[in-house]
């Protein structure tokens, strides 16, 4: 069975940092892409950003790049985004995500991804 759990949300004052994790089992970790996708009350969904375990290819929203970094300890099954400069409107539940085809679908809301975690909550107050 697929798991992902994320952790490492919480509040941060603007200007602050935060890291996120998202442990995975029940798969075969190198042979997928995982993704961090956000929901914000009332706004649409966005994949903020992603990689392919595979290769290591990373991908980032136009909204978050230069100021997120994804990454990966293989070792552990697990992902990191490391978020800095954080604002108020990156607050939304941060949801760590798994594609099996082991590629992150680019030009849509969610990276392609086919397995969810539950989320984890990051509120940035001004």
């Known amino acids: 069975e697929v798991q992902l759990v994320e952790s490492g949300g919480g509040l941060v004052q603007a200007g602050g940092s935060l890291r996120l994790s998202c442990a995975a089992s029940g798969f075969t970790f190198d042979d997928y892409a995982i993704g961090w996708i956000r929901q914000a009350p009332g706004k649409a969904r966005e994949g903020v950003s992603c990689v392919s375990i595979k290769d290591g290819t990373t991908y980032y929203s136009d909204s978050v790049r230069g100021r997120f970094t994804i990454s990966s300890d293989n070792a552990k099954n697990t992902v990191y985004l490391r978020m800095n400069s954080l604002q108020p409107e990156d607050t939304a539940v941060y949801y760590c995500?798994?594609?099996?085809?082991?590629?992150?679908?680019?030009?849509?809301?969610?990276?392609?991804?086919?397995?969810w975690g539950k989320g984890t909550l990051v509120t940035v107050s001004s």
């Open positions: 995500a798994a594609a099996g085809v082991g590629s992150c679908e680019e030009g849509t809301d969610d990276y392609g991804m086919n397995y």
